[in-house]
């Protein structure tokens, strides 16, 4: 396969997903989203001014923040806010007796056929027409499909071979199964409990693209849920319901987020239910998350491959089982690509401090998910303003991300911060030197309130509810 030089920024194929449900896909948003992106350092291509490298993204100064923000509400959820659920952070690199066991190595596979014309690789169940190349329009070209391998392979220490080798995880949860013994254990717990992971992940796709939906390094969100069996449908809808009202908690708008059942003929091996928390994205409806009702297969395949017993004893009702296990799993990465193509907005207001109109670009999102929680303005630049300004910055920013910006005019910083979704800015006046007061700035009304310093952090902390 052919990699291709630049970075994939392009648009994407509306017909990569199935459309439907309460509202419409919006082609447009896709390259709206991708510039603001790198116009404001949320994204970048990885290794740019190399030309880039194929599916690959760098986080740039307020894209970082973005991801952890998401990866700290979700974590705040599922962990911080409950007591039946702990944490984990498990190797990247595993030996290949683990993917054995999981069923990795015989089932972790894509079916890929060759154009015998342009020599372009494709997915074959990803084809429109199997009979047509949709690269060079070549009919009856591709060659019999074969199944590849979507994991990386390395080698651990100096000499290469099958006695070295090594994977890089194409997923989370194997490492919360081989650990399951070790939580309950240590933490106390008993079923129904939880434990959860945020971490890399590595896949290697053969048609990664839609910007940093699919990439072949991405982070998840993972927590399996071990429950005694009689108990796993039960908690299956529990979850189900539990991480759809996550996503709207946080924001995003109920008509473009749908809860879709798994068919029977697409189910996994090891899931007797399985749905979709999808998002309406510019191409169509595609997935955020994932919640699966693994049964116990991931315990019994890891006890038989490893010859430990991961049963749980249940004193109480004097009965040894393996417990089963629901999973929600959530692409970080993905999901936070959704809150900004959610929150993304454009609207026409009167220029501030004129008469005009003017387009305003704004980034609706939840203050829980905001890059930045304030930003600090002084009027101008002049010295006079510059103390009470780094008061002002030095007393907030020990309790919330803080920007500070104190070039442009003030209309142009407040159009910025629109764009990089900073629920409030704080502009210090002159007025400011006589009353010890600031102006306040909400992003989605633009309405302004006096407040004492004295009394800011309150008037913020009781705003952002964060």
């Given amino acids: 396969m052919s990699e291709a030089p630049a970075p994939e920024m392009s648009a994407p194929d509306p017909a990569a997903a199935e459309s439907g449900g309460a509202g419409a896909p919006d082609p447009a948003l896709f390259d709206k989203v991708v510039n603001l992106c790198k116009r404001r350092g949320f994204v970048f291509p990885s290794a740019e001014i190399y030309g880039g490298f194929r599916s690959t993204y760098d986080y740039g100064p307020v894209g970082v923040l973005l991801l952890r923000n998401v990866k700290d509400a979700w974590w705040r959820s599922m962990v911080q806010l409950r007591h039946d659920v702990v944490g984990l952070d498990a190797a990247i690199l595993s030996p290949p007796a683990v993917w054995e066991a999981s069923g990795h190595l015989k089932n972790f596979t894509d079916p890929l056929v060759d154009c015998r014309v342009c020599r372009e690789r494709f997915r074959l169940d990803k084809l429109d027409d199997p009979e047509v190349c949709p690269n060079c329009g070549a009919k009856q070209s591709f060659t019999e499909a074969r199944q590849f391998n979507l994991m990386f392979k390395t080698f651990a220490g100096p000499v290469e071979g099958a006695g070295a080798d090594v994977y890089l995880r194409p997923e989370t949860a194997q490492g919360m199964f081989t650990n399951f013994k070790n939580v309950l254990e240590t933490s106390r717990k008993r079923p129904p409990f939880g434990i959860a992971q945020v971490g890399k992940s590595f896949r290697n796709e053969i048609t990664p693209g839609n910007f940093v939906f699919r990439t072949r390094e991405f982070e998840q969100m993972e927590m399996e849920y071990f429950v005694p069996p009689a108990e796993s449908a039960r908690w299956y809808e529990y979850w189900c319901a539990e991480r759809m009202n996550w996503y709207l908690d946080h ?182 030197l006589d009353d010890r007061a600031v102006t306040v700035r909400d992003r989605d009304s633009m309405a302004q309130d006096r407040v004492p310093i004295d009394a800011l952090l309150d008037h913020l902390r009781a705003r952002l509810d964060t």
Avoid at 305 to 322: N, P
Avoid at 334 to 340: D, E, H, N
Avoid at 416 to 422: C, K
């Fill in 251 to 432: 924001g995003m708008p109920s008509d473009k987020l749908r809860l879709r059942a798994h068919d029977t003929d697409e189910l996994s091996h090891y899931s007797s239910a399985t749905s979709d928390v999808e998002f309406l994205f510019p191409w169509g409806w595609d997935e955020l998350e994932g919640i699966a009702n693994r049964g116990d297969y991931d315990l019994r395949q890891h006890q038989q491959h490893s010859g430990e017993r991961l049963e749980y004893f249940d004193q109480a009702a004097g009965e040894r089982y393996l417990p089963h296990v629901i999973e929600p799993a959530a692409g970080a990465t993905r999901t936070a690509m959704a809150f900004l193509m959610a929150a993304y907005d454009e609207e026409e207001v009167a220029r501030e401090g004129q008469g005009k109109g003017e387009v305003r670009t704004v980034l609706r999102l939840h203050p829980r998910i905001a890059p930045y929680k304030v930003a600090v303005l002084p009027l101008s630049k002049k010295p006079e303003l510059q103390a009470p300004a780094t008061e002002v910055l030095g007393l907030l920013q020990p309790h919330l991300m803080c920007d500070y910006d104190e070039t442009q005019a003030i209309g142009r910083r407040y159009r910025r911060q629109d764009e990089l979704g900073t629920p409030f800015c704080v502009t210090v006046d002159f007025d400011t």
